[in-house]
T-cell receptor, first 109, second 113 residues
Framework: AQRVTQPEKLLSVFKGAPVELKCNYS??????LFWYVQYSRQRLQLLLRHISRESIKGFTADLNKGETSFHLKKPFAQEEDSAMYYCALYNTNAGKSTFGDGTTLTVKP | DAGVTQSPTHLIKTRGQQVTLRCSPK?????VSWYQQALGQGPQFIFQYYEEEERQRGNFPDRFSGHQFPNYSSELNVNALLLGDSALYLC????????????FGSGTRLTVV
């Protein structure tokens, strides 16, 4: 069975501080991992995916297979980063994504 | 491109009734997945449709069924509604391969009374 755990329901940081949103997964195969973000009154949208090793809006995420983690990081948080963040694991064999329960990030001025 | 569109936006139904939710995928996408999102939880996978067939199913009872049409649009049907079916239902479209991630609709808020 595949599972995604986001241990923090709420995370609050000050503007300019570094931020790390944690994501741990359990999966027996080779994972494809994603971060999705939902800003206030907007729909859920893709932020980044591990396979492309990209940086979006200053966020990066590194897949650590040894620790089965895919933490999302940003060195200097901005107020506009305040949103709900979901980590998701895509099972290529089953063709479905499993989502964590999300972390609400609040960036205070 | 309007992206993924879902209808209706909100719906109130009585316990025991049946409901149909609709989804039009993003242009160019061939796969539609449906998710149920309860308050305070992440989206839970219901099922996925590709080439007009149910390709994969999550842990949901047979009361939940779906359909995909030749134009890739999709419907989610729920029979014999229970109070616990009250949730936000999300439609997500994607390419089957390669997987670049989902594009989500804004959801249908179903309330069962």
């Amino acid at each position: 069975a595949q599972r995604v755990t986001q241990p923090e329901k709420l995370l609050s940081v000050f503007k300019g501080a570094p931020v790390e949103l944690k994501c741990n997964y359990s999966y027996s195969g080779s994972p494809e991992l994603f971060w999705y973000v939902q800003y206030s009154r907007q729909r859920l949208q893709l932020l980044l995916r591990h396979i492309s090793r990209e940086s979006i809006k200053g966020f990066t995420a590194d897949l650590n297979k040894g620790e089965t983690s895919f933490h999302l990081k940003k060195p200097f948080a901005q107020e506009e980063d305040s949103a709900m963040y979901y980590c998701a694991l895509y099972n290529t064999n089953a063709g479905k994504s499993t989502f964590g329960d999300g972390t609400t990030l609040t960036v205070k001025p | 491109d309007a992206g993924v569109t879902q209808s209706p936006t909100h719906l109130i139904k009585t316990r025991g009734q049946q409901v149909t939710l609709r989804c039009s995928p993003k242009s160019g996408h061939d796969t539609v997945s449906w998710y149920q999102q309860a308050l305070g939880q992440g989206p839970q996978f219901i099922f996925q449709y590709y080439e007009e067939e149910e390709r994969q199913r999550g842990n949901f009872p047979d009361r939940f069924s779906g359909h995909q049409f030749p134009n890739y649009s999709s419907e989610l049907n729920v029979n014999a509604l229970l109070l616990g079916d009250s949730a936000l239902y999300l439609c997500a479209s994607s390419l089957t391969s390669p997987n670049y991630g989902y594009t989500f609709g804004s959801g249908t808020r179903l309330t069962v009374v």
